[in-house]
T-cell receptor
Framework: AQSVTQLGSHVSVSEGALVLLRCNYSSSVPPYLFWYVQYPNQGLQLLLKYTTGATLVKGINGFEAEFKKSETSFHLTKPSAHMSDAAEYFCAVSPGASKIIFGSGTRLSIRP | DAGITQSPRYKITETGRQVTLMCHQTWSHSYMFWYRQDLGHGLRLIYYSAAADITDKGEVPDGYVVSRSKTENFPLTLESATRSQTSVYFC????????????FGEGSWLTVV
């Protein structure tokens, strides 16, 4: 069965510091991988996705993620955190069927 | 660009009552989804639909009913609401299945008292 594990339900970093949100997945087939962001009282928005090709994927707002098949990981990074990055982040996997499976989310807080 | 809209955005209902959450999308996407979001559980798929008149169960379908008579609409009905169904419900749509971006509505906050 496919699943997604996000390590750390809450991550806090200082403004300007590196952001690293961890995501590991399990899938019996080559997956499609996504990161979504959710701001308070809003729906989810796509940050970036990996389908095929280059394993380093760049998204909106300076975020990027690298697909590492050997580690079954798809960690999200941003070199320098901004206050506006405070939100809930969800990693998701689509194993080739019509469904997408979400992780339980990581809440990112930014300290001034 | 209206996108995907949900109604009502906020609803309080009593245990045992029937409640319908509406979802409408303007993109003519084939796939539509209903998720519920609960603290500690992330998003869990309730039902999805690959096309009009085609629906299938997700991870947590019990207590819910869906229909899709038109491509653009995908209502979710709680036949007899229970307190455990208090949640935030998100409707979403996608042009095709896997690999395509899923677009979300802004959510419907449902409280069952």
């Amino acid at each position: 069965a496919q699943s997604v594990t996000q390590l750390g339900s809450h991550v806090s970093v200082s403004e300007g510091a590196l952001v690293l949100l961890r995501c590991n997945y399990s899938s019996s087939v080559p997956p499609y991988l996504f990161w979504y962001v959710q701001y308070p009282n809003q729906g989810l928005q796509l940050l970036l996705k990996y389908t095929t090709g280059a394993t380093l994927v760049k998204g909106i707002n300076g975020f990027e993620a690298e697909f590492k098949k050997s580690e079954t990981s798809f960690h999200l990074t941003k070199p320098s955190a901004h206050m506006s990055d405070a939100a809930e982040y969800f990693c998701a996997v689509s194993p080739g069927a019509s469904k997408i499976i979400f992780g339980s989310g990581t809440r990112l807080s930014i300290r001034p | 660009d209206a996108g995907i809209t949900q109604s009502p955005r906020y609803k309080i209902t009593e245990t045992g009552r029937q409640v319908t959450l509406m979802c409408h999308q303007t993109w003519s996407h084939s796939y539509m989804f209903w998720y519920r979001q609960d603290l500690g559980h992330g998003l869990r798929l309730i039902y999805y639909s690959a096309a009009a008149d085609i629906t299938d169960k997700g991870e947590v379908p019990d207590g819910y009913v869906v229909s899709r008579s038109k491509t653009e609409n995908f209502p979710l009905t709680l036949e007899s609401a229970t307190r455990s169904q208090t949640s935030v419900y998100f409707c979403a749509s996608s042009a095709t299945g896997s690999g395509n971006t899923i677009y979300f509505g802004e959510g419907s906050w449902l409280t069952v008292v």
